[in-house]
Every structure is written in structure tokens, then in C-alpha cells.
């Protein structure tokens, strides 16, 4: 064989799926309302043969992964990085506001996430960072790529991949 193989190994279970609500702007001045999905994460790892004979672990991809899953579910996704949203944590409640709309939600029931806009792209990219935060530094040194993909709604997938290294 001319190539050498190349190795991936990807999880997606019934039981990866988060509901949340979201909101986001777009076309520059809309804002749409708040409303929820039944999320899917699908996660790829490359990478080459371990000692194992395996790129990375079944199991531990999994539980990393419904570790995330856990944190986001029935949850509120709120962006701490929108030009135009203001995400306010008061300790007991978070405070969104966009031009003359206000929501208030129980601080428990809200995750503040470190990006421009709520959208599924930035949600996969926000998972593949969490994923890297779980594991060691053996684990993220043997993958080669790290792909994520969120399903916002039924056949609609937003995919974000990272090349390595990861160490």
C-alpha cells in the first residue's frame, strides 16, 4: 500500500443530546426570539494506533462527551461575547438585554458562554475546548484532529474540526 491508513474513531448516542434554549442575532440588527432545540453532539477523534491498537477509548470519548452534554442541558445558552447582547451575572440571576428586550433567569438555569454569538458552530467549537479541558496531556498528545458536530434540528449539523497538536 502506497498511503499509509489513517484512524478515526467517532461517538454519537441517543443519550448525547441536550435540550436548551438560545437565541441569536444575525444580518446585523435581528434578534431572534428565545426558543429551544434538542441538541446532538457527534464527536471524531484521529489519530494514530495507540499500544491498544486503538486511537482513543470508546468509553472515555463518550463520557467526556456526556460530561458536556450534562453541563448544557436544559439549560439557557447565553453569549458573554456579543457586541450588542449584555450578559449580566448578578450571583442569583443573569440579566440579557438586546436594544429594549430584557430577560432575567435564575442563574442556575443559565450557562455563560465565552463566545460572539449562540449559534451551533460556536457551540461545537465551545464543546471541542471542553472535550481538550477534560483530558490529559497524554490524551490530547496522541489525537491528530478533534471534530465536532452539533445538530441544532433534525439534518441541520454545524461541524467544527481541530487539527492538532493538542498538547
Same mark, same amino acid.
Given at each position: ?78 453569549? %458573554?461575547?456579543? =457586541?450588542? #447582547?449584555?450578559?449580566?451575572?448578578? *450571583?442569583?440571576?443573569? +440579566?440579557?438585554?438586546? /436594544?429594549?428586550? $430584557? ?14 454569538? %449562540?449559534?451551533? =458552530?460556536? #457551540?461545537?467549537?465551545?464543546?471541542? *475546548?471542553?472535550?481538550? +479541558?477534560?483530558?490529559? /496531556?497524554?490524551? $490530547? ?27
Amino acid at each position: 500500500m502506497a498511503n499509509s491508513p489513517q484512524y478515526y474513531v467517532r461517538v454519537t448516542k441517543d443519550h448525547l443530546v441536550f435540550s436548551a434554549a438560545h437565541f441569536i442575532t444575525f444580518n446585523g440588527n435581528i434578534c431572534e426570539r428565545l426558543h429551544g432545540h434538542n441538541w446532538r453532539l457527534a464527536v471524531e477523534v484521529a489519530g494514530p494506533l495507540d499500544e491498544n491498537r486503538y486511537v482513543f477509548d470508546f468509553i472515555a470519548l463518550r463520557d467526556a462527551a456526556q460530561k458536556v452534554v450534562d453541563e448544557l442541558d436544559h439549560r439557557v445558552l447565553l453569549p %458573554t461575547q456579543h =457586541e450588542t #447582547i449584555s450578559v449580566v451575572d448578578h *450571583g442569583h440571576e443573569v +440579566e440579557a438585554r438586546y /436594544e429594549d428586550r $430584557r430577560w432575567i433567569f435564575p442563574r442556575e438555569d443559565c450557562v455563560l458562554l465565552p463566545v460572539i454569538n %449562540t449559534t451551533a =458552530e460556536e #457551540i461545537a467549537n465551545w464543546i471541542a *475546548g471542553r472535550l481538550l +479541558e477534560q483530558w490529559d /496531556e497524554s490524551a $490530547r498528545r496522541s489525537i491528530t484532529r478533534l471534530q465536532t458536530e452539533v445538530e441544532e434540528n433534525f439534518g441541520q449539523w454545524a461541524i467544527c474540526r481541530h487539527d492538532g497538536p493538542f498538547a
